[in-house]
Each structure stands twice: as C-alpha cells, then as structure tokens.
C-alpha cells in the first residue's frame, strides 16, 4: 500500500534551519507531483511548497526565498529544506500526493527560543 513517511522536525531557535524528508514506498514515485503542507495550532491546513515530476517548485508567498523542495528520484524522497526560521513557521508538516488523498503523518517544527 502507499505510504508517506515524514521526518527531520524538531525544535530549533529563530534563524535556524531544519530540512524534512518524506520517503514513500507503494507507488511509482517518478510520476507523481510531491507537496508539502503544514497545520498550525487552531488554524487549517495550508501549502507550503511542491515539485512536479519535472523539477518545477512553487512556493507559498510566506516561504518563499527561505525554503527549497527537492526530489531524489531513486531514494523516493521529497525534501523540504528550510532556512531563516520564524515562530510563524511553527506547525505540523505533512507531504503528499498531490491531487490524491495520500498523506504522510506528520512532523513537528517547532520554532522557539
């Protein structure tokens, strides 16, 4: 069966960096369109960033110039690395399959000093 299985959150300080990985078993990796998503407390779920089957990103406006998605093909994985961390940044990260209702568990970023 499909599986998604982030890692790489935890807590760092204002500035900091972290990078997420998402590594995914039961599917034909190559073809998919990769995103990631993140759910603050008490508010919804919103796109962080994607990255098609051809290398295209895109960027939610909050992140963009800080974080970078990436893929490896061969290891089917997506990265999210992610630079100049804020407070705001702080949530549940989730990536997916984009345009399916597969979804990773989750990972949290914490943001603190």
């Known amino acids: 069966q499909v599986q998604l299985v982030e890692s790489g959150g935890g807590l760092v300080q204002p500035g900091g960096s972290l990078r997420l990985s998402c590594a995914a078993s039961?599917?034909?990796?190559?073809?998919?369109?990769l995103g990631w998503y993140r759910q603050a407390p008490g508010k919804q779920r919103e796109f962080v960033a994607s990255?098609?089957?051809?290398?295209?990103?895109n960027y939610a406006d909050s992140v963009k110039d800080r974080f970078t998605i990436s893929r490896d093909n061969a290891k089917k994985t997506v990265y999210l690395q992610m630079n100049s961390l804020k407070p705001g940044d702080t949530a549940v990260y989730y990536c997916?399959?984009?345009?399916?209702?597969?979804w990773g568990q989750g990972t949290q970023v914490t943001v603190s000093s």
């Open positions: 039961g599917i034909i990796f190559g073809i998919y369109t």
């Open positions: 990255i098609t089957r051809g290398n295209s990103a």
């Open positions: 997916r399959l984009v345009n399916t209702n597969y």
